[in-house]
């Protein structure tokens, strides 16, 4: 039996008699793992002007180096690895799944003389990042975000 072991088996039948027996079970490597859960893909439309995945940094030391001009922030993408975003058009993001894998709540570093706008489904503002500021945002209810004042 290929990719089998035993093991020792105590078997208890009715009258009160024991009796020892073996039974093949499947080693570790004859084991199908279930392949993990993918979650959901974090995509931009327009794309974000850089996109780094995954980072190679922490997503706190990476927004934290934030170019000059730029707005930066980071998701959890479907395969539970950290994603960079860097914007500075001025236009409107379409976000699609941010939030929703790991944890909601992202680090931003807004390092623009314009305040981003945080939108919800319908286009409401729904919170903003000043100029030249960190923030923590929850993304999870944020449909767009808009860099033009």
Known sequence: MKNLKTATVIMA?????????????????????????????????????????????TPATWVSNCPQSRFCTTQTGSTGRNIGFQFYRCTEYALTNWGVNGNNYRLVYNNQNVTVKYLNRRHGVLDSTSPWTSDVVNFKPVWYISLCN
């Open 13 to 57: 039948l009715s009258g009160g008699l024991v009796t020892w027996g073996f039974v093949a079970v499947p080693s570790e490597a004859a084991v199908t793992k279930k392949p993990a859960v993918a979650g959901a893909v974090v995509s931009v439309s327009p794309n974000a002007e850089y996109t780094e995945d995954p980072l190679r940094s």
